[in-house]
């Protein structure tokens, strides 16, 4: 198996491998703060900094410790109904990997979900990504079946309606090439995961080679022992999931019980209401990671009576808008902040910074370019 290569990400303001959470004194801190003047237009490397002004892009969403996704592959009917209501009741979101070609009908003897009930799914909040058309091993496809297999795929998502922008690949099998991921990354896809066992650090060395952990025949227990781990690491953990269904008849190889699914489901939940984890599809945090990695971040005032900043980036806006987590210093009279970015404006709660009352902390979030201002209020 061939690894592809590493995106570009030039000079960028991104998270630093230092961490002021101790100094916070607030273990949701997940990103150094950066000094302003030390980023942006110079991309010098970045500095620790507590005064006024100083901001970080934190590395989750939500400044949490750990990202989760979860990718159903395959599209299985019995998966789609004993999974789809659980996380909608727990107001998540996942990824199913879908091989066109066999939707309405069998995939390895499986029901496969019809049409209307993958275009209910992605109306409920869930990401329907790709795992080929035909479910052919694509690494073994001659160049211009390659092509076609991903465009036919392309074809159908597209007429699934409102999506989220950049579709994700889940390699059939797991195999793939560089032909493979280079013709992914032409055709606009945004990630690709395999099926090599791990977990992922919070920058990927490559987002087309993401590694993934099986969950066949794991109960709520074993579930839960991933995602601890990924926590304490602080990387992303991609959960492969298959057959979820009650019986498993024909002794399918990837198979979980219902219920461990939807223990699993309420502990995730917790997890997030806990600011531990953020649980989002894979199109969600491969977009995020892209643009926290890439985004510069340029100071344009700094005085008692507003912090004033701009965003930049290179990645295209009409795929990478997801909003990211900042953190700012900001003065100790600012107990409350109004943030502005382009037309919208909202109040959030500053907190205490370290012991001597002198500076304050604020988190909220804003797309990845235009202009931002902090003020008292």
């Not at 659980?86 to 990824?95: I, M």
């Not at 795929?319 to 600012?334: E, G, H, K, R």
Request: proline share 6%; aromatic share 6%.
């Amino acid at each position: 198996m061939m690894m592809g290569s590493r995106d570009p990400v030039g000079t960028a303001c991104g998270p630093s491998t230092s961490s002021i959470a101790r100094v916070a004194r607030g273990p949701w801190l997940a990103a150094a703060l950066l000094s302003l003047g030390a980023c942006g237009d110079g991309g010098e490397d970045t500095l620790l900094c507590l005064e006024p002004g100083c901001t970080a892009v934190a590395t989750w969403q939500g400044a949490a410790k750990a990202a989760v996704s979860m990718v159903f592959d395959d599209g299985y009917q019995s998966t789609l109904d004993h999974t789809l209501q659980p996380l909608v009741d727990a107001r998540l979101a996942a990824t199913h990997a879908v091989p066109s070609a066999h939707v309405g009908a069998e995939l390895e003897g499986i029901p496969v979900a019809p049409l209307a009930d993958w275009q209910r799914a992605v109306a409920l909040g869930m990401e329907v990504g790709s795992h080929g058309s035909t479910h052919a091993i694509l690494s073994q496809l001659p160049a211009e079946q390659l092509t076609k297999d991903l465009e036919d795929w392309l074809q159908w998502w597209r007429a699934l309606g409102a999506q989220r922008p950049g579709p994700t690949l889940t390699y059939p099998t797991g195999r793939y090439d560089d032909k493979v991921t280079q013709e992914a990354r032409r055709l606009g896809f945004v990630a690709g995961r395999a099926t090599g066992s791990g977990l992922n650090p919070p920058s990927p060395p490559d987002l087309f080679a993401l590694a993934s952990q099986g969950t066949s025949a794991s109960d709520a227990a074993g579930l839960q022992a991933f995602t601890d781990q990924a926590a304490a690491a602080g990387g992303w953990l991609i959960e492969r999931w298959h057959l979820v269904a009650e019986t498993n008849p024909t002794n399918y190889c990837c198979w979980n019980r219902p219920a461990d699914f939807r223990a699993h489901v309420q502990q995730l939940r917790r997890d997030v209401d806990a600011a531990t984890l953020w649980v989002a599809p894979l199109n969600e945090v491969a977009r995020y990671v892209r643009e926290r990695d890439t985004v510069r971040i340029r100071s344009v005032s700094t005085s008692p009576q507003a912090i004033v900043f701009a965003l930049t980036s290179d990645l295209d806006a009409a795929v990478f808008d997801l909003p990211l987590t900042l953190t700012t210093v900001v003065p100790a009279s600012w107990t409350q902040v109004r943030v502005k970015w382009s037309e919208s404006e909202d109040a959030v709660a500053a907190e205490d910074l370290g012991a001597d009352g002198t500076r304050r902390l604020v988190r909220y979030r804003v797309a990845p370019r235009g202009r931002v201002t902090l003020s008292p209020g």
